[in-house]
Every structure is written in structure tokens, then in C-alpha cells.
């Protein structure tokens, strides 16, 4: 049940742009977003609920395919406050809607 | 500041010892989440408590339980500790309804099996 994240890892240089891949292999009935910085706690960056929406803030967004059952989170111009793990949570519809397993996570590192 | 308060942050034991962490979530959230995380690994489910009661269960082991308090405060027990154990302990909160919505999670507790 647990999606799949790619790529594993990805290494920047400030100003460049980055994607990153979720997919699940069950009917979803969410996608969720969060950043983690090195020995802290998940910050939430975003949650997209229907097929094909997509949703942004700052220079972070996200797109939803519902029919595929994959996400993918953008991320333009990167900071180097853009550092860390991005883990991308799903919600299967054939399970408890209540129910988030993250993947394994991404780690993005921004470099000057 | 995420509202979820997890103790104790810091936690060193010894193998076989048994340990209890406290989670309390935000202010009116009825869910709470347990998560592990060994070293630099992903967020491992546990389990899930909704207003006192089992919603959904993950990879928990047998000598792992939790309950979550009428006060909706949640403990993790974790006994007959082994080295493997050791990781980063995780408690997320959400205000349930009929739409998803964003879960917030405590600072952890890093527990230390030696």
C-alpha cells in the first residue's frame, strides 16, 4: 500500500527547477505533501483531493491525477530553504479515508 | 509550533526495558497517528486512535500498544526493547471530518535503545 516516490534523491543548484513523482497502485482518495528538514518534524505543504487538481503556493505546487493514481510536486526558481525530505502521503479509497502512508521519501538538496 | 506536544524528546534505555510516550494533540483534534522513523528512513504507520478508539492499525509489533485517553491524549508503549527499535517516534493529530485534511506532528521523541 505504500506509494512510490521518485527519484530517491536529486541535487540542485539554487534557481533550478524539480519535480517529484508519487504513484500508488490503488484508487486514491488523496495525496498529501510534506517537507522534512534533518532530525525535525514533517511540515505539511499541501493536499490535493480530486482528479486533476492543482494546487501551489510560493513556488511549490502540486497536480493530481486521479486516473493515473500519481502526484507530482513541483518545485520552480529553488531555494536553498528547500532542502530536505519530501515525503508525499496517500489515502486509499478501498481503506479507512482516515488512514495516511507516506512513501519513502525524497531527499532534495539545494547547493549555492 | 504545530500544537502537537510529544514527551519526552529525548529517550535512552536499555534492551528488554519497557518505555511509554505521551502525545497530546491539538486542541479539538480527534485523531491521532503513531509514526516511526528509523534512521534516515520514511514515516512508518503504526497505528491510529480516533476518539478513543482503533481506527486503523500498520506495521505494529505485538510488544508495541497505544491508547488514546478520554482526554484524547495518546500513549505509545513499547516493551521488551531491542537495539532495532531505536528511532525517531512521531505522533500527528487531525481534525477529522468528511474531508481530508492536513495532519500536524509533534517535534517526535528520539528514543535510544542501548
Known amino acids: 500500500q505504500q506509494p512510490v516516490q521518485s527519484p530517491q534523491a536529486v541535487i540542485l543548484r539554487e534557481g533550478e527547477d524539480a519535480v517529484i513523482n508519487c504513484s500508488s497502485s490503488?484508487?486514491?482518495?488523496?495525496v498529501h505533501w510534506y517537507r522534512q528538514k534533518h532530525g525535525e518534524a514533517p511540515v505539511f505543504l499541501m493536499i490535493?483531493?480530486?482528479?486533476?487538481e492543482q494546487k501551489g503556493h510560493d513556488k511549490i505546487s502540486a497536480s493530481f491525477n486521479e486516473k493515473k493514481q500519481q502526484s507530482s510536486l513541483y518545485l520552480t526558481a529553488s531555494q536553498l530553504s528547500y532542502s530536505g525530505t519530501y515525503f508525499c502521503?496517500?489515502?486509499?479509497?478501498?481503506?479507512?479515508?482516515?488512514?495516511?502512508?507516506f512513501g519513502p521519501g525524497t531527499s532534495l538538496s539545494v547547493i549555492p | 509550533d504545530s500544537g502537537v506536544t510529544q514527551t519526552p524528546k529525548h529517550l535512552i534505555t536499555a534492551t528488554g526495558q519497557r518505555v511509554t510516550l505521551r502525545c497530546s494533540p491539538r486542541?479539538?483534534?480527534?485523531?491521532v497517528y503513531w509514526y516511526q522513523q528509523s534512521l534516515d528512513q520514511g514515516l512508518q504507520f503504526l497505528i491510529q486512535?480516533?476518539?478513543?478508539?482503533?481506527?486503523a492499525k500498520g506495521n505494529i509489533l505485538e510488544r508495541f500498544s497505544a491508547q488514546q485517553f478520554p482526554d484524547l491524549h495518546s500513549e505509545l508503549n513499547l516493551s521488551s526493547l531491542e537495539l532495532g527499535d531505536s528511532a525517531l517516534y512521531f505522533c500527528?493529530?487531525?481534525?477529522?471530518?468528511?474531508?481530508?485534511?492536513?495532519?500536524?506532528f509533534g517535534q517526535g521523541t528520539r528514543l535510544t535503545v542501548v
Open positions: 490503488k484508487a486514491l482518495y488523496s
Open positions: 486542541s479539538g483534534d480527534l485523531s
Open positions: 486512535y480516533y476518539n478513543g478508539e482503533e481506527r
Open positions: 490535493l483531493l480530486k482528479g486533476g
Open positions: 502521503g496517500t489515502e486509499i479509497k478501498e481503506t479507512s479515508y482516515d488512514k495516511v502512508i
Open positions: 500527528a493529530s487531525r481534525a477529522s471530518g468528511t474531508v481530508s485534511t492536513e495532519a500536524f
